[in-house]
């Protein structure tokens, strides 16, 4: 037993998933020229509850307490990656990884043909773990102008473009 689980998430988790995404910001402080651009600010419960109802948001859990959560948002035949946090008390023990195959099992299920995400290209718990899930930097972002629209909003957002990227990952 690896002390925590998976499942589709509900409307009546909405509640408890900014706290875990605060919690889980608190890492970017150790980069100060991040400042108050990362980390600081979480999806409120009102968008993940539009979230959920898609049916492709996950939660993990220990026990009956949600430790982290995977949003996501279908964009034709792809499915984006909103948000992943687990929260800053069970990082470490591979949580968000198991959400990220649990959602490219749900995907590729769904019949979707990617996943995709935005990220900071830098910092080691975004773009080199993604990386190594088997996700691929976005080199040529004409030929996905949603993604560029979406890194694009996070520039608006105070995100320090320079430093942000858009990845996918293609199913086999």
Known sequence: MNGWSLRLARPDDADALPAIELSAGTL????????????????????????????????????????????SEPHRRQLHIVEVSVHADYQGRGIGA??????????????????????FRD???????????????????EAHPRLAAELEKEAAHSLPRERRCAMIQFFD
């Open 28 to 71: 970017f402080t150790s980069d100060p020229d991040l400042g108050d651009a990362a980390g600081q600010h979480a999806i409120c419960p009102e968008q993940h509850r539009r979230l959920i109802g898609k049916g492709h948001c996950l939660v993990a859990l220990s026990g009956d307490e949600i430790i982290g959560f995977l949003a």
């Open 98 to 119: 198991g959400l990220m195959r649990a959602a490219k099992i749900d995907a590729h299920n769904s019949g979707f043909t990617a996943l995709t995400l935005t990220t």
């Open 123 to 141: 910092v080691a718990w975004n773009a080199p773990f993604y990386s190594r899930l088997g996700f691929v930097e976005i080199e040529d972002l």
